[in-house]
């Protein structure tokens, strides 16, 4: 199998970048698109040329390191699947294949196709979690939690935090995955003392970093790997205006 | 030097109590004034960042992923184990231990496998307490499911995410305590050296992976938490930038490693299906409590799955292991799996593989059930494969999984360096030689959560009367030079071959002789190979781009170059160990029906190995059973 790649080349955060062509043979379809740029790397190496940088760990779709738009695809053609799960055979031989890192003012380029996504790590730190420290928990079974609550808390605590929703998103909001931390805990009885506080630090940490307001298109749950409704952003608004009013 | 396991006095119950009754003390005046490294935010290192931080310890805690929340502990599928005893089935801490001890095949610590089932029930209410959304009944009480070599449900699960949940959990604490100003996060910076000053461990040097920048770093202790080092198969389950660098430099240093050769083949992960594949997706074992495993009975049998008769299908652990059936333990399933698809049984395209059918399991409880439990097994299988598996079986085959072996340390996760801790996947400690499904996330935690932040302060008690550590020390600038010439000279062989070629055929050699099943002469003959591939490496390989910039192949060579000296250490113990106990099955100790013979008479040690200028010096920590009569392990 044979494929022209065109891919995003930038030195660093500070220069600028360009699309650049690459024709690829001795491609299989079985071969992940990652295992394809792995085989391109190899070729550039031997030609003396730098390699391109791009993410990837797990490679089995639960990391969230890896993501790329592909094609104009936040993580390819398919709905709903990781730049890591995606096989050569979704392409034809001949096939052009565009490649460009997240797009996003609060995903700066590092290099090539790694982008700086720790603006998740910071809305994360302002209420992302249950103050409690190590050795003070009751026992387990002394917290019921019906399973309906507990099901609908791993719903959207499923999510791997890739940002494909604020790539894929026309104003790079990141209210997919701002919601999905905030209604997983917020929703369980152990996160309901700091629900409020977390609902609105965590918000505001969001538009801090820059990103975009949600206009609810609807983009973002078509290309979350872990099929994340758009409902929770609704019901992180309905919780922010409660904790406005009762916090 | 004598290996002094530090094993505290009295019954096993009450060990891990008397120890705390005798650990010296730090008030919280003092804590603050001392100062932790932490390498590795996984499981383990996350749940330690946090915790000493909690105590009032300051943590400066690194990783080389671009955020914490990637460690591949967020790839444990099945669950975690806890003797709970939720289900009422006869479960205790007693039965937890000697299920993991018997597991291991009696080649681990009473003391340290007791303490791992005596702390596993308060684990489960620390991660409830969370927000860990573990699978519950209706009436809100939480689910329990089977694992592989146990007779009692006592695994808790998210659904097929349990590693995830539970590392989302430890990273939300660290982020909690590094909004606390507590802890320091180094995303994106990889540990390349530990620097020892007077016998000591008190500092690291670390790559900026971003600007390639050698940074140092002094602390009154470090902790190593890196996982473990299956990559050295290049094909496993583990993630591509899992590598066992931290720890190999740690050893050079002086710290002895244990076991190195015991590594778990994990018997449920998808084929290979070509020479470029990087990765053998994990399926999770949960899947053989309703999954049955069977090939052919017929050699070469070309026909569909689903166009097999029953009566031409041999279901061989099943028939093999009537009692425990498809849930035996994993060294033990996947030796029947390979000795199936040796024998011509094989199934797929390369015939690698075996099939994991539900066809029984749907039809008994309808696919809504198998649903509820598998779903996001079953739609990752067909995302990969192209194959939906409620309507045929899966095809799986073995693959490096889990590393029991890792740096020696003693009971309190100190290794042979004083200041130097390695807990989690990096250590050995609790497995012996093979580690039972769902106990690796358990170990993970409580070392991090529940034992290390007990430990550490004995040590660091010693600490307070020194000098504060500082950068300057002549050992860090010698540490710092060594580590500039490595990456000069790897940048300047400018050779004719890729690190993955390399990669490769270290693979290959160690797949082929130190992983299932191993024999003397292919054990010899793969260290002659390895060391070949050793000379070649550093006298051809090619690495483009420099050191001062994001240089992702230059990472790669740099763990690929640790990597080949680590192959080298596991063939020379695979090679030493003359006999076959849990996961490590030397050919020439076996019974007639191909069951494992162990030497207790000879071989009931830990073996530790002493890094001695390129060679290696083996020491021998003899395990004492004091509690428990080590028994022929069978799973009949």
Known sequence: ?247 | MKLDSKTPEGRLEDKWRNYQIKAQLINPANKKKLNVIVVGSGLSGAGASATLAELGYDVQCFCYQDSARRAHSVAAQGGINAAKNYQHDGDSVWRMFYDTLKGGDFRSREANTYRLAELSAPLIDHFVQQGVPFAREYGGVLVNRSFGGVQVQRTFYARGQTGQQLLLAAYSQLYKMIRAKKVKMFPRSEMLDLIVINGKAKGIIVRDLVTGELKRYAADAIVLATGGYSRVFRLSTLAIGCNGSAIWKAHKRGAFFAAPSFTQIHPTALPQTSEAQSKLTLMSESLRNDGRLWVPKQKGDTRKANDILEKERDYYLERRYPSFGNLAPRDIASRAAKERIDAGHGVGRLKNAVYLDFRHAIDKLGIQTIKDRYENLFSMYKKITGIDAYKEPMQISPAAHFSMGGLWVDYELMTTIPGLYAIGECNFSDHGANRLGANSLLQASIDGYFILPNTINNYLAGALEEDIPTTDHIEFEKAEKEVRGTIDRVLNINGTKTVDHFHRELGKVMWQECAMSRNKKGLEKAILQIKKIRDEFWSDVKVTGSSNELNTELEKALRLADFIELGILMCTDALEREESCGAHFREEFQTEDGEAVRVDENYSYVSAWEYDEGDFKLHKEELEFEFVKPSVRSYK
Request: hydrophobic share 35%.
């Open chain 1, 1 to 247: 199998m044979k494929v022209t790649f065109k891919i995003w080349r930038q030195e660093n955060q500070n220069t600028k970048g360009a699309i650049e062509e690459y024709k690829v043979d001795g491609l299989t379809e079985d071969m992940s698109f990652l295992e394809a740029l792995d085989h391109l790397n190899e070729l550039l190496v031997l030609k003396n040329e730098k390699v391109i940088a791009y993410e990837y760990d797990c490679r089995e779709g639960i990391c969230g390191q890896c993501g790329v738009f592909i094609n104009g695809r936040a993580h390819g053609p398919h709905d709903n699947i990781t730049t890591c799960q995606l096989h050569m055979r979704s392409f034809k031989d001949g096939d052009t294949i565009i490649v460009e890192p997240w797009r996003a003012a609060s995903f700066p380029v590092l290099k090539d196709l790694i982008v700086d996504r720790s603006a998740f790590d910071r809305i994360m730190e302002q209420g992302g979690y249950i103050t409690a420290k190590t050795g003070t928990a009751p026992e387990a079974n002394a917290i019921l939690i019906p399973k309906e609550v507990s099901d609908s808390a791993m719903n959207v605590a499923a999510c791997i935090g890739c940002g494909a929703c604020v790539a894929t998103c026309k104003n790079a909001s990141a209210a997919l995955f701002t919601s999905a931390k905030i209604n997983h805990l917020n929703n369980l009885p152990q996160g309901h003392p700091e629900a409020h506080k977390r609902v609105q630090e965590m918000t505001y940490q969001m538009e801090l970093e820059g990103f975009g307001s949600c206009s609810f298109t609807g983009a973002c749950e078509v290309e979350c790997p872990e099929g994340i409704s758009i409902t929770n952003i609704a019901e992180m608004y309905a919780k922010y205006t409660k904790a406005k009013l009762f916090g």
